[in-house]
């Protein structure tokens, strides 16, 4: 089974400039999350879609993040513009179904996105 | 507000001795633990986890604790292996938040020959 893919792997931009992620979930999972990990900091959520609806998005910072999850499956993460603080590495994470619990709610994670912003 | 704290940045033991990592927690809402390993340049990749309602999980060389009144728990390893080497972050749940976990920071673990 395919895991959660992500790309790009790393990015380099200025401050002020835009950027986007793109992530594709495991295949037949519902829920998708956006984590922010900052250096020497655990994941931080930023917004969960449940198919293509947004359940939770209450610590994404909304004047300049943006996120959609088109047809409930692939999902952009979109920054702009970015600012010097937006420099972490951003994590892509699917479930069976978050309403389930238990072992179907388990997260897994992508290799993440390396966001550097100079 | 850091909810999950993780307070030992660092780890290092012996091959084929316990690894010990701790997790403190203060909101008493929390209702399901779990633990990710993470390597370099990978995604955490789950663990262990545990109910409230338990006090212990175990999964091979994996076992962890939970202390409720202490709002504390705990991850044990026996016996190490150099693979082990990797960050290992705790995080919690609410029951009235499906998904949502609060992360700890991290412990580094290093697994010496």
């Known amino acids: 089974e395919a895991g959660v893919a992500q790309s790009p792997r790393y990015k380099i931009i200025e401050k002020r400039q835009s950027v986007a992620f793109w992530c594709n979930p495991i295949s037949g999972h519902a829920t998708l999350y956006w984590y922010q990990q900052i250096l020497g900091q655990g994941p931080k959520l930023l917004i969960q879609?449940?198919?293509?609806?947004?359940?939770?998005d209450s610590q994404l910072p909304k004047d300049r993040f943006s996120a959609e999850r088109l047809k409930g499956v692939d999902s952009t993460l979109k920054i702009q513009p970015a600012k010097l603080e937006d420099s972490a590495v951003y994590l892509c994470?699917?479930?069976?179904?978050?309403?389930?619990?238990?072992?179907?709610?388990?997260?897994?994670f992508g290799p993440g996105t390396r966001l550097t912003v100079l | 507000d850091q909810q999950v704290k993780q307070n030992s940045p660092s780890l290092s033991v012996q091959e084929g001795r316990i690894s010990i990592l701790n997790c403190d927690y203060t909101n008493s809402m929390f209702d399901y633990f779990l633990w990710y390993k993470k390597y370099p340049a990978e995604g955490p990749t789950f663990l262990i986890s545990i109910s409230s309602i338990k006090d212990k999980n175990e999964d091979g060389r994996f076992t962890v604790f939970l202390n409720k009144s202490a709002k504390h728990l705990s991850l044990h390893i026996v016996p190490s292996q150099p693979g082990d080497s990797a960050v290992y972050f705790c995080?919690?749940?609410?029951?009235?938040?499906?998904?949502?976990?609060?992360f700890g920071a991290g412990t580094q673990v290093v697994v010496t020959p």
């Open positions: 879609f449940q198919n293509n609806g947004v359940v939770d």
């Open positions: 995080a919690a749940r609410r029951t009235d938040s499906w998904g949502k976990l609060q």
């Open positions: 994470a699917s479930s069976l179904d978050r309403t389930s619990g238990g072992g179907l709610d388990t997260q897994y």
